[in-house]
Each structure stands twice: as C-alpha cells, then as structure tokens.
C-alpha cells in the first residue's frame, strides 16, 4: 500500500490486487481481542465486577459498531477504484485512524491467539494457528504506512 495524493479531502493509497485481497482477509478476523483481555482492575469485589462487565459491555457495542462500519468501508462499490492493475483507496484522516484500531485489534488479538510470543519465545506455528502469524505482520506492515502517513514515529515497542 503506498500514498498516491494527499489533500484537503483527505488521503488517496494505491493497493495492489493482491494488497487488496490480503486486506480484505485480514479484516475478516476483526474483531480479535476477547473483550475480556481487557481489564478495569485487577482487585476482585462486587463493583469492579459490575464495572468489568460494563467495560465488556461498552467494547462489544464499539467493536458492533466498528464491524458496520468495515463492512460498509469494503462493501463501497466507489471505494476501492481500479487503476490500470492497482485500486485506489481514499480515505480521510478519521478514518485512517479509526483503521488504525482495526488493525491493531487483529494484531493484537492475533499475538494473543499465537500464545503471547516474543524474541525469546517464538510461536510455534501450525496448520491452525499460521493465519495469526500473517494476520499480526499484515497489521503491522499497514500500520505502519498510515504511521507514516500521519507524521507519526515508528515505535518497536509492544503491541498493546
């Protein structure tokens, strides 16, 4: 995915048909992250089991959301134009950032789905998991072009 035009009206990406494709796969794991990965607080009593389940709540109507809104992203007829053999992606700056969190969703929740790994501890891949290898590093070569996009510094640091 490369940055063709920038203007007023927001940002313009060329994708391969194959970039394409890759993106539309991807974006079929959305949403990853089990809502409970995500804690409030890590003490135990009544209210912060209420809140808990409000926060799980609260991420299931934004992922909801999140997930009407992808699937009218890619269901646009007028969003993804050819170009000769590339399609043409526009896209506002709301929403590069809005995708941001999509694919740092997959990403994450792909990591998780690979049992956590790092440097040290490589994931042992199989027949079933190996989609959650290319999902996490899909995520984070277009995360990094819209990084890049959007004037912000690359960061090594996790995934979270």
């Given amino acids: 995915m490369n940055l063709k035009r920038m203007g007023k009206r927001g940002f313009v990406f060329q994708l391969s048909g194959r970039e394409k494709r890759i993106l539309f796969e991807t974006f079929k794991l959305y949403p990853l992250v089990p ?7 890590k003490a135990a009593g009544d209210q912060s089991e209420e809140n808990q389940r409000l926060l799980e709540e609260s991420l299931t109507e934004q992922r909801t959301a999140n997930r009407q809104q992808l699937e009218a992203l890619l269901n646009d007829p007028g969003r993804f134009k050819k170009s000769g053999s590339n399609y043409r992606l526009p896209l ?5 950032e809005w995708l941001l969190q999509v694919f740092n969703d997959v990403r994450v929740g792909s990591w998780l789905a690979l049992g956590e790994p790092d440097e040290d501890k490589p994931p042992a891949i199989t027949p079933e998991n190996f989609r959650y290898l290319v999902a996490m590093e899909v995520c984070g070569a277009f995360q990094s072009v819209i990084l890049a996009v959007l004037g912000a510094p690359e960061s090594a640091e996790g995934l979270e």
């Fill in 35 to 41: 809502a409970t990965h995500h804690r409030l607080s």
């Fill in 92 to 96: 506002k700056a709301s929403e590069l």
